[in-house]
Each structure stands twice: as structure tokens, then as C-alpha cells.
């Protein structure tokens, strides 16, 4: 890694560096597709960070949205964290089993609720486990904090504002699934969803933004990772996936690369693929 930024990525190293400090707090983000077999919250109860909260992206969302994990309600997402000991003035480090996959979903959903000193642990547990660094299965005591929430609407797209940008054009539509999925010639793993993309979006699978090990690329190979694409990182940009959860991982990549202006289509293709009035692309 480069260098450490408190907003984006910090490595194993600043984290162990830091794990007692006074403001510091760190959420085990794990999740896993519904078809890879695997328990996220019994896996966090086996092993975890020292002082590591588990914060659930199924949980803590609106659970009335037919949709997977979707932003949760303000007040929702307030309790929920306030509940963790997380505060203002507190510096967030998420992490997950993968190395770097749903962690990014909970970077971007503290900074879309107005908290920016939030980053995400470069290769996650896996590296954390590499190097033999401490483990523990004791939840934490966590007593409740003050947490101030300015939802930060310039983060977040919905179905109607993602159908104007098809029709209208001004932001870039960058979708983060497997070409094979962006093509359209692989089904998608949700049944009911048609096949394709969003017309006129791009494709970077999440997976190339990311090195062998897990850690994410540097800024350079990033840059010219979505130059190739055809992104152009001074203009703005809409990430989609398949729920909201991989094209966050865009969204931290291209903040990592330069962008300033890149939001996350919260519906994705579990909302754009229901809907037949929407068009597809193949």
C-alpha cells in the first residue's frame, strides 16, 4: 500500500498500530452470497479482530424493501451503530473474511450517513490471519455513544435517477458483475432477473480492481485499470452490481484513483433486472 488514508484504506499494520486506540472501532462487515453455504455471524463468533463489532448489511437495512440489504432508514442505521459504541470523533476500520468484498458496502454506507472517517482494512481478515496477528471469539462491551447522521444524498442513486441518466446521459454507468453477467450470457444467480445490463454502462468486474491476495491495486494501475474500460474519472460516475454490495468495491477504488464524484445504484441488478418496463441490454 501506498500510504495510509483514514477515508479510504489502511493497512494490517496501522491497524494493529492502532487497535487500542481510544477512537478507533472496528466492524467485522462479513458477508456471504445466499448459495456459498457459509454463516458470516457464526464465522465472526469463532474468530474475529480484538474489539471487533459484527455489523450485518441483511440486519441493519430496510427489511421492508423487497430488495436485498438496502439503505436502511436513518434512524435505523443511528440506533444500530450508537448501539456498537460507535460515536462521533470515532474512526471506523471494516473489514470481512474475503480480503476486501462487503466491507466496502459498510465504508460507503457510513460516509452516504455523513460519517467520512471511516476506511477500509486493505486484504481483511485473510491477511490479518497471514501474519499471524491476534484473533479473539469474545463479543465486545460496548456502552452507547452520541452518532450525529447527515445523509449525503449525492452518494446514492435510485431506479428513477438511473433511468435518466439511460435517457439523458451526464454521469457514467459503471457495473461491477462478471463480463459473463454484463453480457448476458451467464444467468443471473437471483432467479427472476433477466439477463444483461443497464444500456450504455460499462463493465469492471470488481475482482480486477483488486491484487492475488486480496488487497486492492494501487492508484496508478487503478487509473489505468478504468481508463481502459473507457471510465473517465474526472466526470461522474453511477457503480451497480448485482445487490449493491461489489459496486461499492468500485466506488472505494475510484475514490482511491482520484474520483471525487462517484455514487452507488442501491437497487442494482436485483431491482433493474425485475422490472421488464426497464430496458436491457445484452
Same mark, same amino acid.
Given at each position: 500500500?501506498?500510504?495510509?488514508?483514514?477515508?479510504?484504506?489502511?493497512?494490517?499494520?496501522?491497524?494493529?498500530?492502532?487497535?487500542?486506540?481510544?477512537?478507533?472501532?472496528?466492524?467485522?462487515?462479513?458477508?456471504?452470497?445466499?448459495?456459498?453455504?457459509?454463516?458470516?455471524?457464526?464465522?465472526?463468533?469463532?474468530?474475529?479482530?480484538?474489539?471487533?463489532?459484527?455489523?450485518?448489511?441483511?440486519?441493519?437495512?430496510?427489511?421492508?424493501?423487497?430488495?436485498?440489504?438496502?439503505? +436502511? +432508514?436513518?434512524?435505523?442505521?443511528?440506533?444500530?451503530?450508537?448501539?456498537?459504541?460507535?460515536?462521533?470523533?470515532?474512526?471506523?476500520?471494516?473489514?470481512?473474511?474475503?480480503?476486501?468484498?462487503?466491507?466496502?458496502?459498510?465504508?460507503?454506507?457510513?460516509?452516504?450517513?455523513?460519517?467520512?472517517?471511516?476506511?477500509?482494512?486493505?486484504?481483511?481478515? +485473510?491477511?490479518?490471519? $497471514?501474519?499471524?496477528? &491476534?484473533?479473539?471469539?469474545?463479543? @465486545?462491551?460496548?456502552?452507547?455513544?452520541?452518532?450525529? $447522521?447527515?445523509?449525503?444524498?449525492?452518494?446514492?442513486?435510485?431506479?428513477?435517477?438511473?433511468?435518466?441518466?439511460?435517457?439523458?446521459?451526464?454521469?457514467?454507468?459503471?457495473?461491477?458483475?462478471? @463480463?459473463?453477467?454484463?453480457?448476458?450470457?451467464?444467468?443471473?444467480?437471483?432467479?427472476?432477473?433477466?439477463?444483461?445490463?443497464? #444500456?450504455?454502462?460499462?463493465?469492471?468486474?470488481?475482482?480486477?480492481?483488486?491484487? &492475488?491476495?486480496?488487497?486492492?491495486?494501487?492508484?496508478?494501475?487503478?487509473?489505468?485499470?478504468?481508463?481502459?474500460?473507457?471510465?473517465?474519472?474526472?466526470? #461522474?460516475?453511477?457503480?451497480?452490481?448485482?445487490?449493491?454490495?461489489?459496486?461499492?468495491?468500485?466506488?472505494?477504488?475510484?475514490?482511491?484513483?482520484?474520483?471525487?464524484?462517484?455514487?452507488?445504484?442501491?437497487?442494482?441488478?436485483?431491482?433493474?433486472?425485475?422490472?421488464?418496463?426497464?430496458?436491457?441490454?445484452?
Amino acid at each position: 500500500m501506498d500510504s495510509e488514508d483514514p477515508q479510504l484504506l489502511v493497512s494490517t499494520g496501522w491497524l494493529a498500530d492502532h487497535l487500542g486506540a481510544p477512537d478507533v472501532r472496528v466492524l467485522d462487515a462479513s458477508w456471504h452470497m445466499p448459495d456459498a453455504g457459509r454463516d458470516a455471524k457464526a464465522e465472526y463468533a469463532g474468530a474475529h479482530i480484538p474489539g471487533a463489532q459484527f455489523f450485518d448489511i441483511d440486519e441493519i437495512a430496510d427489511t421492508q424493501s423487497a430488495l436485498p440489504h438496502m439503505l +436502511p +432508514p436513518v434512524e435505523k442505521f443511528v440506533s444500530r451503530v450508537r448501539r456498537m459504541g460507535i460515536g462521533d470523533g470515532h474512526r471506523v476500520v471494516v473489514y470481512d473474511s474475503a480480503g476486501l468484498f462487503s466491507a466496502a458496502r459498510v465504508w460507503w454506507m457510513f460516509r452516504v450517513f455523513g460519517h467520512t472517517d471511516v476506511a477500509v482494512l486493505d486484504g481483511g481478515l +485473510p491477511k490479518w490471519r $497471514a501474519e499471524g496477528r &491476534p484473533l479473539e471469539d469474545m463479543a @465486545p462491551i460496548a456502552r452507547d455513544r452520541h452518532f450525529t $447522521a447527515h445523509r449525503d444524498a449525492s452518494l446514492v442513486r435510485d431506479v428513477t435517477q438511473v433511468s435518466a441518466v439511460v435517457k439523458l446521459g451526464g454521469e457514467q454507468i459503471v457495473d461491477a458483475r462478471a @463480463p459473463e453477467r454484463f453480457s448476458g450470457a451467464a444467468p443471473e444467480p437471483r432467479a427472476g432477473l433477466r439477463s444483461g445490463h443497464i #444500456p450504455g454502462s460499462l463493465n469492471v468486474h470488481y475482482r480486477d480492481v483488486l491484487n &492475488p491476495d486480496g488487497a486492492m491495486k494501487a492508484p496508478e494501475a487503478l487509473r489505468a485499470l478504468f481508463a481502459e474500460a473507457g471510465v473517465d474519472l474526472g466526470k #461522474p460516475i453511477v457503480n451497480t452490481c448485482g445487490s449493491g454490495v461489489t459496486a461499492c468495491i468500485l466506488s472505494l477504488a475510484q475514490m482511491r484513483a482520484g474520483a471525487r464524484r462517484t455514487a452507488v445504484y442501491d437497487g442494482s441488478w436485483s431491482e433493474w433486472g425485475a422490472y421488464p418496463d426497464l430496458p436491457v441490454a445484452r
